[in-house]
């Protein structure tokens, strides 16, 4: 009989307004009180872009819609993988949801510090796929 461990995979999203991130006060552990970028796993069967939308969703109120892939992020002997996007919000009224504590937008150059060890590596791929993106406007 084979047996697979496989690795649970989590969505983050990296929502910008202008020069403005959002981020969410964590409610939850790990990380508890934390401000962190939203993000949670995907559930079995669901499309890991869609679960990126739902977490916006459940964690701010705010409706999105993903603008590209930033990337996969996973280390050796963890069991959890991460597909970031880059989103811009379409709809909602910004408010916490169950799973945070406050929801709010930071500008770029003042935000709080990052939780989680691939954040930064995430937030450089976000400003890299920004900067690029003025290179060709």
Same mark, same amino acid.
């Given at each position: 009989?084979?047996? +697979?461990? /496989?690795?649970k995979l989590a969505a983050v999203v990296l929502v910008s $307004? *202008? /020069?403005?991130?959002?981020?969410?006060?964590? %409610?939850i552990e790990p990380m508890l009180g934390r401000w =962190?970028?939203? =993000? *949670?796993y995907v559930d079995r *069967? @669901? %499309?890991? @872009?869609? %679960? %990126? &939308?739902?977490? &916006?969703?459940? @964690?701010?109120n705010l409706d999105v819609e993903t603008t590209g892939l930033l990337g996969v992020y996973s280390s050796k002997g963890s069991?959890?993988?991460? &597909? #970031? +996007?880059?989103a811009r919000v379409t709809g909602g009224v910004l408010r916490a *949801? $169950?799973? #945070?504590?406050d929801a709010r937008f930071f500008p770029v150059d003042t935000l709080p510090e990052l939780p989680f060890p691939h954040d930064d590596q995430i937030l450089n791929d976000w400003r890299e796929k920004k900067l690029l993106e003025n290179q060709q406007n």
């Open positions: 009989m084979v047996v +697979y461990f /496989d690795p $307004d *202008g /020069d403005n991130l959002l981020f969410v006060r964590r %409610a =962190s970028f939203p =993000s *949670g *069967g @669901e %499309a890991v @872009e869609h %679960a %990126a &939308v739902r977490e &916006v969703r459940e @964690e701010t069991p959890v993988a991460l &597909v #970031a +996007y880059a *949801g $169950d799973e #945070a504590q």
